[in-house]
């Protein structure tokens, strides 16, 4: 990650996974480029326990639950970009689609991104993350996550336009705990 990383600007990190997933840095960061633990999942939860069951926290389709029953995680990492240093700021997970696609498309609403985008953006995850999960071994995510939402008699646009309806920006990060100051630090961010 190290120096391509700091010549395109990042200067923070955002790391939303929990403390018992992370890993040693394969490559080391320069001093310049800050790491923010701020774990997405709540994990010992009675809706951490359910949604394992359901679907392992691995498709959109807890996103709508997940604002409503346990907005302060997405808050705090919403926050977190908000008060973040000047420069560029990248998050992340572990597959970088869930707990990555959950903060990304709280972003994109309130950027004023149309729906189809925050869905084309979503799904752009499973190109790019394509030849990974390949060289890894595992079941293509795309096909996985769409039969997981058809046993539910749901699609991933249908799951995730359920959550971008649910979203009233700004309102959702206000009431949740963003301060103006930080909504407005947040919107110079993501205009500029």
């Not at 807890?62 to 990248?90: D, F, K, Q, S």
């Not at 869905?119 to 990974?132: H, P, V, W």
């Not at 699609?155 to 920006?169: E, F, G, K, V, Y």
Request: hydrophobic content about 40%; charged content about 20%; some cysteine.
């Amino acid at each position: 990650m190290g120096g391509a990383a700091w010549a395109y600007g990042v200067r923070i990190v955002i790391d939303l996974r929990d403390p018992d997933e992370r890993e040693p840095e394969h490559a080391s960061r320069p001093a310049g480029i800050t790491t923010v633990q701020t774990p997405l999942d709540p994990v010992g939860t009675p809706f951490y326990e359910q949604w394992t069951k359901i679907d392992n926290l691995s498709s959109p389709l807890y996103y709508p639950a997940m604002l409503i029953e346990h907005p302060e995680p997405v808050v705090t990492a919403v926050r977190a970009i908000a008060n973040a240093a000047p420069g560029c700021v990248v998050f992340h997970c572990a597959g970088g689609k869930d707990r990555t696609g959950l903060l990304a498309l709280v972003l994109l609403a309130l950027a004023g991104a149309a729906p189809e985008e925050i869905i084309a953006d979503y799904l752009l995850t499973y190109d790019r993350m394509k030849q990974r999960y390949d060289e890894l071994g595992f079941r293509d995510q795309l096909t996985g996550v769409t039969e997981l939402l058809a046993a539910r008699n749901t699609t991933i646009d249908a799951s995730l336009t359920s959550t971008i309806t649910l979203l009233t920006m700004p309102d959702f990060l206000l009431d949740n705990g963003l301060s103006d100051t930080e909504l407005a630090a947040l919107h110079t961010r993501l205009t500029i």
